[in-house]
């Protein structure tokens, strides 16, 4: 075995992962002036930011923007670069930010760059080294070999918990009976024509999921809401799974069994939208030989699903595969146990807090084995705050937990896991590491919430005043 290499850069803070919460984390902990090292398995920083889909749970189902500071900056970067839709109402739902991948990634490197983080990518975190709860120091492998790398505050952002699990702390595993959400695959057809795929939406709404939430449909009818999403005039639609043309596709054998088609903008430049829609469900990501098995009927499906799209769906007739995702898309695997739970009576009744670090808002979403899917949307299109304590993990003291680990029921999971959250649990968790750094290490738990909700303020982040 290869030695083990000690000579790691210096660091005050150490994020593992770099999806949607851990970029966050690395951006707000360097922001504070913590030399931040961010480490990731992948060749890019920016997770499921970088395949397609639109930032959910950062505006509430009011509109309302619930989501600041990391998030806001990555925006307007994309904004700058030329990349940035903007918020849309889906007209279902939710309200989402649709942005062009591909600016996303050149954002999200210029905006890690800009604030000092050093990034470390193909390292894998593969061992800690935790004594009485407390970290000393990660053992990474990468082209150089092993190295130790030592810090006194850590990030988990790692999308499974994977340091705070292997520091100790424990973990729930999907649902019961080996229950998981499914995997997808994202991918893109660019030459949409547009006007073609609303003038279907208006001839053939039965097809389509309209107006799910009273806080969307506001006593529109589905006439309504079909005019307004043409006046929109963007093509965010979603073709249903128990809808005429899919469910007959489906019973066919034309189409796999799918809950949705999801369709969203991506670029105008290219008539371009992204599709959600693949799945292979009850995965356990944590196992590579099952996560890897699974590409190739992804693989498969994206090349059914863009036949059914160019045959059967008006306004893709002449679409082109434009891009996939540079990975798996992983829903839910580990929900680290922590001091405090996020409850699905918390997300639906909308609940607010004196503890809270950042906002969700999305409805409760479990993509379930063939077309299933629960959606249960939050009370009066609100927003409920997520409590400190879901990212501190019960028996280890010097990591924060960011993103889709938190600490949560199933079905709390369900809506916290979307990206507006994961940026908001991100900057808190960065934010704090870097207050733990600068005042000796140590527990996360010495800080004071009142302190760290008022720097998280000062910093953009949105606590207050929301639905
Ligand atoms: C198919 C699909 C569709 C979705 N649709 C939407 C949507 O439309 N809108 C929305 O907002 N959300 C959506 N979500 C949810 C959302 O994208 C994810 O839950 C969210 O991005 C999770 O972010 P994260 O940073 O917590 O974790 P991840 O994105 O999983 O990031 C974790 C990172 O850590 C790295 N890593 C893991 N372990 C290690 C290790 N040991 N060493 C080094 N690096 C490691 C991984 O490579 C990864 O880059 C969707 C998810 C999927 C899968």
């Not at 499914?182 to 107006?211: C, E, K, N, W, Y």
Request: hydrophobic fraction near 40%.
């Amino acid at each position: 075995m290869s030695p083990l290499i000690t000579a790691a850069p210096p660091s005050d803070v150490v994020v593992l992962g770099a999806g949607a919460a851990g970029i966050a984390a690395a951006i707000a902990a360097a922001r504070e002036g913590a030399r931040t090292l961010l480490l990731e398995a992948g060749p890019l920083p920016g997770g499921e930011l970088l395949t397609g889909m639109a930032v959910d749970g950062a505006l509430n189902a009011r509109g309302e923007w619930v989501v600041g500071g990391v998030a806001r900056e990555l925006f307007d970067e994309c904004e700058r670069l030329g990349g940035y839709i903007g918020p849309l109402n889906d007209w279902r739902l939710i309200h989402y930010v649709c942005y062009d991948p591909e600016i996303m990634k050149l954002a999200v490197a210029r905006t890690l760059a800009r604030h000092g983080v050093r990034l470390w990518l193909h390292s894998y975190v593969y061992d800690a080294e935790a004594d009485d709860g407390l970290i000393r120091a990660v053992h990474v492998l990468n082209k150089r070999g092993r190295t130790r790398i030592e810090a006194p505050v850590f990030v988990d952002a790692s999308g499974d918990g994977d340091l705070a699990v292997r520091a100790g702390a424990r973990a729930e595993n999907g649902g019961e009976g080996g229950q998981f959400q499914p995997l997808s695959i994202m991918f893109r057809m660019a030459g949409v024509d547009t006007p073609r795929l609303l003038g279907f939406l208006r001839d053939a709404p039965q097809h389509f999921a309209l107006g799910e939430s009273e806080a969307i449909r506001g006593g529109r009818s589905d006439g309504d809401i079909v005019k307004a999403v043409i006046d929109q005039g963007q093509p965010t639609v979603f073709l249903k799974g128990d809808g005429p043309l899919l469910a007959e596709a489906i019973a066919a054998g034309e189409m796999y069994p799918t809950a949705l088609i999801m369709i969203q903008p991506t670029s105008a430049a290219r008539g371009e939208v992204c599709l959600n829609t693949t799945r292979v469900a009850n995965i356990d990501a944590t196992r590579t030989e099952q996560l890897s098995a699974a590409l190739a009927p992804l693989a498969e499906q994206v090349e059914t699903c863009m036949r059914f799209m160019r045959r059967r769906v008006p306004g893709f007739e002449s679409a082109t595969l434009s891009g996939v995702a540079p990975r798996i898309g992983i829903r839910e695997t580990r929900r680290v146990v922590c001091d405090a739970t996020l409850t699905e009576q918390d997300v639906l009744r909308a609940r607010k807090r004196d503890d809270g670090i950042g906002k969700g808002s999305h409805h409760v979403d479990i993509h379930q084995d063939g077309a299933g899917q629960i959606r249960i949307p939050v009370d009066g299109g609100g927003s409920y705050d997520i409590p400190w304590g879901c990212l501190l993990p019960r028996g280890v003291r010097n990591v924060a937990l960011a993103g889709r680990c938190l600490s949560a029921d199933r079905a709390a999971h369900g809506s916290a896991r979307v990206m507006g959250p994961c940026l908001a649990m991100g900057q808190a968790a960065g934010t704090a590491a870097a207050m733990l750094a600068d005042s000796g290490g140590g527990d996360y738990r010495r800080l004071e919430v009142s302190a760290l909700r008022e720097r998280l303020r000062q910093r953009g982040a949105i606590l207050d005043g929301t639905y």
